[in-house]
């Protein structure tokens, strides 16, 4: 099993129009060696379900959509370690 990376949806994937460039990319390479897992404070199943149809139609890829916060090896979020920049998520 690969570990889990657990990524924030609004602010870090979806700036609310649009997704954040580099986002795609990122965690498309991500994907190789870590299961992403994306998580929101979005309360409701309708919620998810529309970061999920966001998501997909965008190619964006992840294994799971969570509600807030599970535990992992490392969270990208705009409120934990400081998401700034899609290009500068160092990949190791």
């Not at 139609?57 to 807030?68: A, K, M």
């Amino acid at each position: 099993m690969k570990p889990r990376i657990c990524v924030d949806f609004d602010g870090t994937i979806w700036d609310g129009e649009k997704i954040i460039d580099g986002c795609r990319f990122t965690l498309i390479t991500l994907k190789k060696f870590y299961t992403i897992s994306i998580f929101s404070a979005r309360p409701t199943e309708a919620e998810r379900q529309q970061m999920k149809d966001i998501l997909d139609r965008n190619g964006v890829p992840y294994d799971e959509i969570l509600p807030p916060k599970p535990d992992a090896v490392a969270y990208i979020d705009d409120k934990g370690i400081k998401f700034e920049n899609w290009h500068y998520i160092n990949i190791k």
